[in-house]
């Protein structure tokens, strides 16, 4: 808790403490999201098998400094080592508070350098004052210098008796392999939706706030897997509405894109008006809006409007309140999910396009332009029953052609005197008849005389269409 007093405002004392700190788990059990980080800790409490180094990942808010100072209390608490510290001895106290001498917490982006890492190294050296061990947590570890990651090679691969290191990083790949490879990896997970909600529900209750669930969700998604983002995004709405926050407060204070812009942007591509691009991102630009954070948007609302398209129940999935997934189903109501798909496809496409573009407004009126554009789409089972169809009938004709040719040709023979003629074929002295005068002809001919002259040659065979060719 805070308490300062100043001068001249009648011992005046700001007291309050953001949710973040106040609802900050004090126990392993009250930890959200972490299950296997916490059961393994806890077993290596229980069974005494605890590494000198730790490193804790993961992405920001999702309890990695937490669980350091809680592994810190389990192992120093008065009644331990313990998975389930007191949090009444003076060890346990010492370490909440933030004022034990043997827990150290340093900042690794300050105090990145090699001299910051010697003076810890000549420090770690002495045993602990008060407590069972020396728990050195260093947090944004991977803003160390490559010297001060050298320098600490050797200190935790053997650090001192009863020394443990606890490195937490938001970004892994940047700390060397020969630092991981001393250490026990923990990766904290996102915290999900569901695991948001329901602890910003427990808060509300307990603070007596008044919101409503879909403010709640849209907080939760908000925070994109961060408990601390979720709970100062509370503490912000609370601080703007007072104890009843309404969803177009919460909606202002998040800075979400109006969503009545975003049906009718996504009402300008569906129904292929592309006159009307240009004026549509002339409102978007006057309202304040950014049109890469627009487009963002324009995809997660495209993506709704798939999932409203493909999946019956959309409860758990969309954090939209029943009148605006009611207006979604009205918005695809003559539109396949092909085509909602295809659109979605396109969007996400020109993300990249759009963000380094020199010109993003002129970007963005070509891409929404490129989208009125786009043919419908046919499904392919629908094309598949027109080749059907139409073979059915070429079929049919095929087989009226040939039962009215046999019907004429029985017609002719039953007529009296009607004689069917083939064609003529030339008996075999007949055509080699016509082989000898063609040969003989051949022979004839200056050029040919010449030739047989010359080299003493004969013709055995004349082909006559050939020589005409």
């Known amino acids: 808790m805070i308490s300062a007093s100043f001068p001249g405002f009648n011992g005046y004392k700001m007291s309050y403490l953001v949710y973040a700190r106040k609802y900050r788990p004090t126990t392993f059990e009250q930890v959200i999201g972490q299950k296997a980080v916490v059961q393994t800790l806890k077993n290596a409490i229980k069974n005494n098998r605890l590494a000198h180094g730790y490193i804790f990942s993961g992405m920001r808010g999702v309890g990695k400094t937490t669980v350091a100072r809680l592994l810190a209390k389990s192992l120093n608490c008065e009644q331990g080592p313990t998975p389930e510290p007191c949090l009444k001895c003076e060890s346990c106290v010492d370490i909440q508070e933030g004022r034990s001498v043997d827990v150290l917490e340093i900042d690794g982006a300050s105090n990145r350098g090699i001299d910051e890492v010697r003076a810890l190294k000549e420090g770690i050296q002495y045993k602990p004052l008060y407590s069972r061990y020396k728990v050195i947590i260093i947090d944004e570890f991977h803003m160390l210098t490559k010297e001060a990651f050298n320098a600490l090679l050797k200190t935790l691969e053997e650090p001192p008796p009863n020394t443990i290191f606890i490195l937490a990083t938001t970004e892994l790949h940047k700390v060397p392999s020969t630092i991981v490879s001393r250490c026990q990896t923990f990766e904290f997970r996102k915290i999900s939706l569901n695991e948001i909600t329901a602890h910003l529900k427990e808060i509300i209750q307990k603070e007596n706030i008044s919101i409503s669930n879909y403010g709640i969700r849209l907080i939760a998604e908000s925070a994109e897997g961060s408990l601390r983002d979720a709970q100062s995004l509370l503490d912000q709405s609370v601080a703007f509405s007072g104890e009843k926050v309404s969803d177009e407060d919460l909606k202002e204070i998040l800075g979400t894109i109006s969503r009545e812009l975003l049906f009718e942007t996504a009402e300008t591509i569906l129904k292929k008006k592309p006159e009307q691009a240009f004026d549509l991102v002339e409102k978007i630009v006057n309202k304040g809006y950014d049109l890469r954070f627009f487009h963002s948007e324009l995809i997660k609302h495209f993506r709704d409007l798939l999932l409203v398209s493909s999946v019956k129940d959309t409860k758990d999935l969309l954090t939209l309140d029943d009148s605006e997934t009611e207006r979604i189903r009205k918005q695809i109501e003559n539109i396949s999910s092909d085509e909602v798909l295809h659109c979605l496809n396109a969007l996400q496409n020109g993300e990249q396009g759009l963000r380094y573009s020199s010109h993003p407004r002129i970007y963005f009126e070509v891409l929404i332009v490129k989208l009125c554009q786009f043919k419908n789409i ?3 089972q629908d094309i598949i029953e027109e080749v059907k ?24 023979e039953n007529n009296a005197g009607s004689v069917l003629y083939a064609k003529p074929v030339p008996d075999e002295k007949k055509q080699n008849r016509l082989k000898e005068e063609n040969k003989n002809s051949v022979l004839k001919e200056p050029k040919v005389e010449e030739f047989l002259n010359t080299f003493k040659a004969r013709i055995l065979s004349v082909n006559k269409e050939e020589k005409n060719q």
């Open 378 to 380: 046919v499904p392919i």
């Open 389 to 412: 169809a139409l073979k059915g009938k070429t079929g049919t004709g095929a087989q009226a052609s040939k039962k009215d040719s046999d019907r004429e040709s029985k017609r002719g």
